[in-house]
C-alpha cells in the first residue's frame, strides 16, 4: 500500500498521473487503497519523494531488526 508522508506539498503531480484516480486531496494527497492498484507511477512522479510503500518500508525495519537478533 503506498502512502504519502505528512510533508505534502499538494502540488498535485501524483494526482496528475494515476491511472485509476485514486488520489484526492485533503490537505495533503490521500490515496484510496480500494482504488489503488499499486502501480507505483505517484511514487516516482512526486517531486520530493514522500509517497512510498508502507510495505517496503515494514519489510527494511523488520530486516534491520531480525539482524540485530543475529
Do not use: S
Not at 499538494?10 to 496528475?16: P, Q, S, T
Amino acid at each position: 500500500m503506498f502512502v504519502v508522508k505528512d510533508n505534502c506539498p499538494n502540488c498535485g503531480a501524483c494526482k496528475n498521473v494515476c491511472p485509476t484516480n485514486a488520489i484526492k486531496f485533503d490537505k495533503k494527497a490521500v490515496i484510496n487503497k480500494d482504488e489503488c492498484i499499486q502501480c507505483g507511477v505517484c511514487a516516482k512522479a512526486c517531486p520530493i519523494g514522500i509517497i512510498i510503500n508502507e510495505q517496503d518500508t515494514t519489510e527494511k525495519v523488520e530486516n534491520k531488526q531480525h539482524k540485530k537478533e543475529e
